[in-house]
């Protein structure tokens, strides 16, 4: 898998505070390798080795989570290639995934996934987070994660309407430092405010921003 590569994973999981147990670590850098080899057949990520994986996606993906305390289930919107819900399953192993994802090869390659990492606490829901497969979910989120899904304001809609109560919502929008007015009002729609937090990632040296919104009602 690449010494270096593990070398990285486990330098940015200790700067996260995250506990890089061996078990851990192998199991991210496992998915690593079974992504980017299900990548050539099927155009799942952009990155071209398992170094820009680590630090482009994992680590991308687990550096917001200690911002809040994440409640079952845990929802992940638009799930893609398993970023953010595959490393946060790793990470959280007490807590219960369920990965919302409409593409049928992006769906089928998380299916694929879960039982080779031995992930009991995942599952994989076939279906847009709007569509029949999953109505069931409306109002039942504990948290939703929702990482380069839909701008903003489609967003917030879309995933704040799968929390209940006093769940919260967590989007990953990069550069995207201030909500403008339809987004705030959105928000208040639900009796919550967007909570804007600049996010460091180990290894990169772009601004991630992570916004954060309560549901009250």
């Known amino acids: 898998m690449g010494k270096a590569s593990e070398d990285q994973l486990r330098r940015g ?18 998915f690593g390798s079974l992504l980017l080899e299900a990548n050539q057949s ?5 990155a071209k080795n398992l170094a820009a994986i ?3 996606h994992i680590l991308d993906s687990l550096a917001p989570l200690k911002l809040i305390s994440i409640k079952d289930p845990v929802i992940d919107v638009g799930s893609g290639a398993g970023f953010p819900g595959i490393p946060a399953a790793v990470v959280y192993p007490k807590k219960r995934f369920i990965l919302v994802e409409p593409r049928a090869k992006r769906a089928e390659f998380l299916a694929s996934v879960i ?7 995942v599952t994989v829901v076939k279906s847009s987070a709007q569509g029949p497969g999953a109505a069931n979910l409306v109002g039942a989120g504990g948290s939703v994660l929702m990482r380069a899904v ?20 967590m989007l990953f929008e990069g550069r995207a430092a201030m909500p403008n007015a339809e987004d705030r009002a959105i928000a208040r729609r639900y ?13 990169l040296t772009v601004t991630r921003h992570v916004w954060v919104v309560e549901k009250l009602r």
Do not use: M, Y
């Open 191 to 203: 009796g919550g405010l967007i909570q804007v937090r600049r996010i460091s990632v180990p290894g």
């Open 115 to 121: 039982p080779r990492l031995g992930l009991k606490n």
């Open 54 to 56: 680590v630090g482009e």
């Open 42 to 46: 099927t155009n799942l990520t952009g």
């Open 150 to 169: 839909a701008p903003p304001a489609r967003a917030l809609q879309i995933g704040l309407r799968l929390l209940r109560l006093r769940g919260a919502l």
């Open 13 to 30: 999981l200790a700067e996260l505070r995250i506990d890089s147990a061996a078990s851990t670590a192998a199991k991210l850098l496992e």
